[in-house]
């Protein structure tokens, strides 16, 4: 199967800081990038779609402008959580899909602890 | 809308029974699904697809089914196994639309010695 890695896959912050969470698809260029969170035992929940070089679409709900999303090259997506507060814990989750067929896979995660 | 949903939210099962989980969806125009496999603490992990136009697909051990009239999907485990235990997602897709891929509620397959 595809290779996706995601770093960090834990992190814990500060409520008010910062988190850079970083996908990459390490065998195949990602031109879609999903990204998903999930809160404990609950399903995941579709954030937001970037497509490579463009602004990311973003999911009914989701706020944009704490969710910053960056699809700038076809290996490498971040997510950024700015001005973190504790609800905003939860483990995030990318998918990047191509024309590989590799559509189904997803990244480990990035569990995110907002203190 | 969308909306894929789970009959039963645990399973728990005998080792070497079978295992049957269920998933219900709504969206008439979705022809894609997919199961997941999720582990504590990780990603999901691909088990098995199926299009709309099949109706059963097998893989190793694990077998789906699509009932397209009552919008049924159903992943069939044989021999469960330990390693089964995890929680199973059913997802879907309307494939000529994207690539987006949405999840139902999940079901927690716990596995009795």
């Known amino acids: 199967g595809a290779v996706v890695s995601q770093h960090p896959s834990w992190v814990i912050c500060k409520s008010g800081t910062s988190v850079k969470i970083e996908c990459r698809s390490l065998?195949?260029?990602?031109?879609?990038m999903f990204w998903y969170r999930q809160f404990p035992k609950q399903s995941l929940m579709l954030m937001a779609t970037?497509?490579?070089?463009?602004?990311?679409?973003?999911e009914q709900g989701v706020e944009k402008d704490k969710f910053l999303i960056n699809h700038a090259s076809l290996t490498l997506s971040t997510l950024t959580v700015t001005s973190a507060h504790p609800e905003d814990s939860s483990f995030y989750i990318c998918?990047?899909?191509?024309?590989?067929?590799?559509?189904?896979?997803f990244g480990p995660g990035t569990r995110l602890t907002v203190t | 809308g969308e909306n894929v949903g789970l009959h039963l939210p645990t399973l728990s099962v005998q080792e070497g029974d079978n295992s049957i989980i269920n998933c219900a969806y709504s969206?008439?125009?979705?022809?894609?699904f997919i199961w997941y496999k999720q582990e504590s603490g990780k990603g999901p992990q691909f088990i098995i697809d199926?299009?709309?136009?099949?109706d059963k697909r097998q893989g190793q051990r694990v077998t789906v089914l699509l009932n397209k009239t009552v919008k049924h999907l159903s992943l069939q485990i044989a021999a469960t196994q330990p390693g089964d235990s995890a929680v199973y997602f059913c997802?879907?897709?309307?494939?000529?639309?994207?690539?987006?891929?949405?999840f139902g509620k999940g079901t927690r397959l716990h596995i009795l010695p």
């Open positions: 998918r990047p899909t191509g024309t590989s067929g590799y559509e189904q896979y």
């Open positions: 065998d195949f260029q990602a031109t879609t």
């Open positions: 970037s497509n490579e070089g463009s602004k990311a679409t973003y």
């Open positions: 969206n008439s125009a979705s022809d894609y």
């Open positions: 199926i299009r709309s136009n099949m």
């Open positions: 997802a879907e897709n309307i494939a000529k639309r994207d690539d987006k891929i949405i």
